[in-house]
């Protein structure tokens, strides 16, 4: 039992319990969980497109299965979070009519070109392993569906960035023109991965409410500094040098400085002006257009079956 005055909302988020479909929560609390798990799904399904690119042109068989694993898991990953986002009341369908007509985003990263094998792996290395330092927090999200959603994402995830580093391992230990690929897609990769952690904490509308609802639990540019200070050692590992000159260890902080983040490409990304936003919702566009014939057959099967169970 709760103590009594206080909502069983509030005495859920002061004891860091769980909060459950069923349980009454405020207005805003359920619209920005909508909104975060809605573009969180839009992004898994948004970032196929990059890495699916390259699956007919992958060098090798072994590197075929593996993106087609990993592209194929992030499918799975958006219809968990589709599936989490359906406990708050909204509909599938106007989440993606949301995301077709712009009134809904997905991540700025994947407005990025991948233009050559390398990217892929620079994709499953840098923007994966961001992907885990900011989803693994959510695994303790004070939303039930939103945490358990991510325990499973997490596990996959590490998969990803474990390919991608291994890819991009073998390419700068390859030949000259293998290592100055690997090093070319890092040098592009680099400063949007740090752009998906989102804006400064200063200028951050949602972070005060997300963090006092136990929604976010480390803020936008702890996250950021987090994953610099993984990605440094892990890059003089791969013998590649971070296109960030202002790159300095800090003995006293116990991180790595780095250099000033253009914001404004942040923006300028999230407002549709990135180089492929247009080619990524033309095809999801297209996509969904072109499987509607599926889904009808699948009502309209799953009807029948309805109707057969019932004879
Ligand atoms: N791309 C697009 N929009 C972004 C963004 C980015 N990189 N960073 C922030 N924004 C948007 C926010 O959505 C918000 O806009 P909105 O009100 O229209 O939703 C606005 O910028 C202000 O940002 P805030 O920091 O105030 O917003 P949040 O508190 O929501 O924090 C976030 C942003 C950290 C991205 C948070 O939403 C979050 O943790 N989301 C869940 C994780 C997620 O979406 N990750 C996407 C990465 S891709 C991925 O995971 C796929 C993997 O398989 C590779």
């Given at each position: ?50 890495e699916g690119d390259w699956i007919t042109r992958a060098p090798s068989l072994r590197r075929k299965a593996i993106l087609l694993a990993k592209v ?42 991948s233009?050559t094998w390398a990217d892929v792996a620079?994709?499953g ?34 998969f990803?960035?474990r390919q991608g580093f291994e890819s991009l391992l073998t390419m700068s230990r390859g030949t000259?023109a293998q290592?100055?690929m690997a ?129």
């Open positions: 039992g709760y103590p009594r005055g206080v909502s069983t909302f509030e005495a859920l988020i002061a004891a860091q319990d769980r909060v459950e479909p069923r349980d009454e929560m405020p207005g805003d609390y359920r619209a920005t969980l909508v909104r975060q798990i809605a573009q969180h799904a839009h992004s898994e399904i948004i970032g196929m497109q990059p194929q898991d992030e499918a799975g990953h958006g219809l968990y979070l589709y599936a989490a986002a359906e406990t708050l009341g909204v509909d599938r369908d106007d989440l993606l009519e949301a995301l077709h007509t712009g009134r809904q985003k997905y991540s700025s990263i994947f407005n990025y070109p233009l620079a994709i290395w840098l923007v994966d392993g961001a992907a885990i330092v900011n989803q693994v927090p959510l695994g303790r999200c004070s939303y039930g569906p939103y945490a358990r959603a991510m325990v499973r994402i997490c596990k996959e995830e590490s990803h960035q000259p290592h100055a090093q070319d897609a890092v040098d592009r990769w680099w400063w949007p991965s740090l752009m998906m952690f989102g804006p400064p904490d200063a200028e951050s509308p949602h972070s005060a409410r997300s963090t006092a609802w136990g929604i976010k639990r480390f803020s936008n540019d702890t996250l950021r500094q987090r994953f610099v200070d993984l990605a440094v050692p892990q890059a003089e590992a791969l013998g590649l040098t971070l296109p960030d000159p202002d790159l300095r260890w800090d003995e006293e902080r116990g991180s790595w400085d780095f250099g000033t983040i253009d914001f404004t490409e942040l923006r300028e990304v999230v407002s549709g002006n990135g180089p492929c936003n247009e080619v990524r919702i033309g095809r999801r566009v297209a996509a969904h257009e072109d499987g509607a014939w599926v889904r009808e057959a699948a009502a309209a099967y799953a009807a029948k079956q309805g109707t057969r169970g019932a004879a």
